[in-house]
C-alpha cells in the first residue's frame, strides 16, 4: 500500500520525509492528478497543497473517484481542507484546525488559504489564515485587543490574496488609524518571538496522523436519503468518464487514451463502421423496437429535424430502416455518462484499433506540438486557423470542399463528434504533426523551427 502526499510550499519535501518516510512526494495537486497516479485500493492520498487560479483544481469527482475505488483520501492545511470539508459526508478524512474551521462555518471563503507562489513554488504573500491565527494568538497572549486583532483581520481579508502580508498589513493599519498602526506593531513583534504556522502545524498533524495509522480520525460517511450508499447514485458524470478517459494511469511519456481514440476518430477510415456496430450493440434490440418504443418515426420528423440527421441524397434514397440506424447512432454522439463512450483502453475494447499505428501518431503529435510552444509561446495549438483545419479534415475525409454543413455535421456526427466544429476542435492537437509528415522528414519535424513556421 502507498502513500502520496501533495504539499508545497507548505511543508517542505524534507519534514514529510522525516515525518513520513515511505511517502510519494508529488507538487500541489491540480486537476488530473488523481487519475494519472497509479491508485490501487487501499493506498492513501494526502492533500495539503492545491493549484488554482492560473490552473484547473482538483475535482471533487476526482475524489469521488478515488474513494470509490476504496483509497484513503486525507485532507488538511489548505487545498486540502477545503475539499476534506466539502465532501467529508462521501468519506474523505480532514484534519487539522483549518478543516474543523471550513467544516464549522467559521472560515468560508476559499482565498482564507490562498497564497502567491514564484515558479519555484516559493511563497510570495501569507494566507490569511495564517495572519487570522497569528492576531488572535497575540490578542491570546494579552498583546492586542480583540476588537483590534478583528479590525486588522478584516483589513487583511479585504487586501488581495497575492497582496497579503505583515508589511501590506501595516501599510494598511497606518492608513486605517484607531490605533491599529500600534496594535498591528505589537502583534508584528509577538508574532516574531512566538512564530506560528496555522497551515504547517496542520500538515505536521496529518503526516504524523498517516504515520500511524490507528490516529486517522473515523470516517463518518452520510447515507442518501432513502437509504443506500453515494455509490449507488449517479455521481459519474460525463465530465467524470472525460476526465478519466483524458488522464487514467497516464504519467509522464504516457499517451492519454483519449487522444488515442480521438486520432482514430479523425483520421481512421475504419472508425465510423466500428462506432456504427458499437452503438447497434448497445442499443441491445432491433432499430424498428426501439424507434417504436421511443416514439421515433421519420415520417413524422418535420424538415428541419430530417435536415439535422440526413443529408438531402440521404433522405431520399435511404429505406426507413437505414434512416432510423443513421440518426440514432449519430444522435448517440459523445455524451460520456452513457457507456457506449468509452473511458478507458478496456471499456473501447474492439472501438479502438489497437494495431493501426496510432500510437507512433499521436507521439508525434504531442512532440511537433511541444516543439512549436517551445519555439514560441504564442504559437500553440489554440491559436491554430479553424479554417485550415476545417479543409484538411474535409480532405481526409474525402469530402468536397464546398460541402455543405449538414454534409460536414453527418460525416462528423458518424465518427462519434458533436458536430464538425466539435471535430475541428479536436483535430487542433493532431493538425501540425498531420500537415508536415508529407512535407518534412521526421528529424526536421522534431525542431521547434520547421514546425514554427508553418503554423
Known amino acids: 500500500m502507498s502513500v502520496h502526499v501533495f504539499a508545497g510550499p507548505t511543508v517542505t519535501a524534507a519534514r514529510i520525509q522525516q515525518l513520513l518516510p515511505a511517502a510519494a512526494i508529488h507538487p500541489p495537486i491540480q486537476h488530473g492528478d488523481l487519475f494519472r497516479l497509479p491508485l490501487h485500493p487501499g493506498d492513501t492520498v494526502l492533500i495539503l497543497d492545491g493549484l488554482w487560479h492560473h490552473s484547473a483544481p482538483v475535482r471533487h469527482k476526482e475524489i469521488l473517484a478515488a474513494l470509490d475505488e476504496n483509497i484513503t483520501v486525507v485532507g488538511a492545511s489548505s487545498m486540502g481542507a477545503l475539499r ?3 465532501l467529508h459526508p462521501y468519506g474523505m478524512i480532514g484534519i487539522g484546525q483549518i478543516y474543523r474551521d471550513y467544516r464549522s462555518g467559521i472560515l468560508d471563503a476559499d482565498d482564507e488559504v490562498a497564497l ?8 510570495l504573500s501569507e494566507p490569511l489564515v495564517n495572519l487570522r491565527a497569528q492576531l488572535h494568538r497575540a490578542a491570546d497572549a494579552g498583546q492586542i485587543t480583540r476588537a483590534h486583532a478583528q479590525a486588522l483581520t478584516a483589513l487583511a481579508r479585504a487586501l488581495p490574496y497575492p497582496r497579503r502580508s505583515w508589511k501590506a498589513l501595516g501599510h494598511a493599519a497606518a492608513a486605517a488609524g484607531a490605533g491599529l498602526p500600534e496594535a498591528h506593531a505589537r502583534a508584528d513583534t509577538h508574532r516574531r518571538e512566538h512564530p506560528w504556522d ?3 502545524q496542520d500538515a505536521q ?5 498517516l504515520s500511524d495509522s490507528t490516529a486517522l480520525p473515523e470516517t463518518a460517511v452520510q447515507t442518501p436519503e432513502g437509504g443506500g450508499s453515494w455509490r449507488t447514485e449517479l455521481w459519474r458524470t460525463s465530465f467524470v468518464r472525460h476526465w478519466s478517459a483524458a488522464y487514467r494511469g497516464c504519467g509522464p511519456g504516457c499517451l492519454p487514451f483519449l487522444a488515442l481514440l480521438q486520432h482514430q476518430q479523425l483520421y481512421d477510415p475504419a472508425f465510423a463502421d466500428r462506432w456504427r456496430t458499437r452503438i447497434l450493440a448497445h442499443l441491445g434490440q432491433p432499430v424498428e423496437d426501439l424507434a ?3 416514439g421515433l418515426d421519420p415520417a413524422n420528423l418535420d424538415p428541419g429535424q430530417l435536415a439535422h440527421w440526413l443529408t438531402p ?9 437505414e434512416i432510423l440506424i443513421r ?10 455518462a452513457w457507456t457506449a463512450w468509452p473511458s478507458s483502453r478496456k471499456e473501447a475494447g474492439p472501438l479502438l484499433d489497437h494495431d493501426s499505428g496510432t500510437e507512433a501518431a499521436v507521439a508525434d503529435a504531442l512532440t511537433v506540438n511541444a516543439a512549436v510552444e517551445a519555439a514560441d509561446i504564442r504559437h500553440t495549438v489554440d491559436h491554430l486557423d479553424p479554417a485550415r483545419i476545417a479543409a484538411h479534415l474535409l480532405n481526409t475525409w474525402q469530402l468536397p470542399a464546398d460541402a455543405k454543413r ?4 453527418a460525416a462528423a456526427r458518424d465518427r462519434a463528434f458533436r458536430d464538425f466544429a466539435a471535430a475541428v476542435d479536436t483535430a487542433r492537437n493532431f493538425y501540425l504533426a498531420a500537415v508536415t509528415s508529407s512535407r518534412a522528414p521526421a528529424a526536421e519535424r522534431s525542431t521547434g523551427a520547421s514546425a514554427s513556421a508553418r503554423i
Do not use: N
Request: net charge negative; no cysteine.
Open 84 to 86: 476534506a470539508a466539502e
Open 116 to 123: 502567491a507562489q514564484g515558479p519555484d513554488g516559493q511563497a
Open 198 to 200: 496555522q497551515k504547517l
Open 205 to 209: 498533524d496529518a503526516l504524523a496522523a
Open 292 to 294: 417504436l418504443r421511443i
Open 313 to 321: 441524397a440521404e433522405q431520399h434514397l435511404l429505406d426507413r430502416h
Open 327 to 336: 440518426i440514432l447512432v449519430r444522435s448517440a454522439r459523445l455524451d460520456g
Open 406 to 409: 449538414v454534409t460536414r455535421d
